[in-house]
T-cell receptor, first 113, second 117 residues
Framework: DTEVTQTPKHLVMGMTNKKSLKCEQH?????MYWYKQKAKKPPELMFV???????INESVPSRFSPECPNSSLLNLHLHALQPEDSALYLC????????????FGPGTRLTVL | AQSVAQPEDQVNVAEGNPLTVKCTYS??????LFWYVQYPNRGLQFLLK??????LVKGSYGFEAEFNKSQTSFHLKKPSALVSDSALYFC???????????????FGKGTHLIIQP
């Protein structure tokens, strides 16, 4: 299995809702990532997990809360989001080593009303 | 800080002609450079990377890239373009923060490649 899966594909939520994005990989990768991509812009790094521990948080607002329950799963919990948080949220994983490419999932298209 | 620049928002090429998508980099230390492609409403697909060694790197779908240290460039090329190559292309550089392989990627702004039949 050489893919990263993300659910749901699309999500519409109100500003008071709580929702979660899910990412899964079964490639044995030990580093997993969340990126945010606004329309017509490049992806921007949000969080990095290495060996199930949060290693990088790119000053992301606390309304985004990441979680890594095990080495195959990565969640992003969402609460009290703003309309400007609407974007494509991409998950990626890598086997580690700065020279290894990251494998990206198809993304979750989030719309905040 | 590591950064890459893609000077062209859009590149138009006739099918069958060679294509080049430009990327320049600014890094401290050795650059770890990548090219990704993104089709509409999809995630990113890895094309190729430069870590060390030969300056000409071959990748997926017939793409290759030339690393030029003196010009700090890493241009993506393909000898003969296909209409199906039309997509958004991103150059990226590996960040060097946490180390241990858990570094993220910093992307260029992206270049729309349009291949005309």
């Amino acid at each position: 299995d050489t893919e990263v899966t993300q659910t749901p594909k699309h999500l519409v939520m109100g500003m008071t809702n709580k929702k979660s994005l899910k990412c899964e990989q079964h490639m044995g990768h030990r580093a997993m990532y969340w990126y945010k991509q606004k329309a017509k812009k490049p992806p921007e790094l949000m969080f990095v997990y290495s060996y199930e521990k949060l290693s990088i948080n790119e000053s992301v607002p606390s309304r985004f809360s990441p979680e890594c329950p095990n080495s195959s799963l990565l969640n992003l919990h969402l609460h009290a989001l703003q309309p400007e948080d609407s974007a494509l949220y991409l998950c990626a994983s890598t086997s580690g080593g700065s020279y290894n490419e990251q494998f990206f999932g198809p993304g979750t298209r989030l719309t905040v009303l | 800080a590591q950064s890459v620049a893609q000077p062209e928002d859009q590149v138009n090429v006739a099918e069958g002609n060679p294509l080049t998508v430009k990327c320049t980099y600014s890094v401290s230390g050795n650059p770890y450079l990548f090219w990704y492609v993104q089709y509409p409403n999809r995630g990113l697909q890895f094309l190729l990377k430069y870590i060390t060694g030969d300056n000409l790197v071959k990748g997926s779908y017939g793409f290759e890239a030339e690393f030029n240290k003196s010009q700090t460039s890493f241009h993506l090329k393909k000898p003969s373009a296909l209409v199906s190559d039309s997509a958004l292309y991103f150059c990226a550089v590996r960040d060097m923060w946490a180390g241990g392989g858990a570094d993220g990627l910093t992307f260029g702004k992206g270049t729309h490649l349009i291949i005309q039949p």
